[in-house]
């Protein structure tokens, strides 16, 4: 009988203010999507992410419907990375989705597929959904996290989320 092998799951450890950090570059760069790199290291199925590289161009380069990521924007990443010591790398993106869901774009899950392929692996994809709520509009803000084919399971500090996704 030929089994399936279970997939693994990814740790990934995000603290909460490299989260409150993107959801408020996300609210500002509203109604357009934004993008950023997570930093940080990989150590067996454990991703530790350390900072949030943003580019300092990412405006230039997003819609309302889309962020087109730039080569150059994971050079600068790669570079900020190695400041942080000789273990540390990109390892993982994340954009943001004005007016609609937090589910995978076709682009997005093409791209997140793509991951495995391409010469930097990234373990992590997130997307932050940012909506307009009530009269005054206030702007709400939520993450979810993907692995490229494996579920991930999100550690948060301050509150300890186990989400398998």
């Known amino acids: 009988m030929n089994m399936m092998p279970q997939p693994t799951v990814i740790t990934l450890v995000v603290p909460w203010k490299i989260e409150r950090t993107f959801k408020e570059a996300a609210k500002k760069a509203f109604p357009k999507e934004t993008f950023g790199l997570f930093l940080g290291t990989l150590a067996g199925a ?5 900072e949030l590289f943003i580019p300092e161009d990412v405006t230039q380069y997003c819609t309302n419907w889309c962020c087109r990521p730039q080569a150059h924007w994971f050079e600068d990443a790669m570079d900020e990375a ?15 989705h004005p007016h609609t869901s937090d589910a995978f774009s076709s682009s997005d899950r093409s791209q997140s597929e793509a991951d495995l392929d391409c010469l930097i692996k990234l373990p992590v994809s997130a997307i932050c959904v940012v909506r307009p709520i009530g009269k005054a509009k206030k702007l709400i803000t939520s993450m979810r996290y993907w692995g490229p084919t494996i579920p991930v399971e999100v550690l948060r500090d301050k509150k300890t989320c186990h989400n398998l996704i």
């Open 46 to 50: 454990r991703v530790d992410v350390d």
């Open 82 to 96: 190695k400041e942080y010591g000789k273990e540390s790398t990109i390892v993982g993106w994340v954009h943001s």
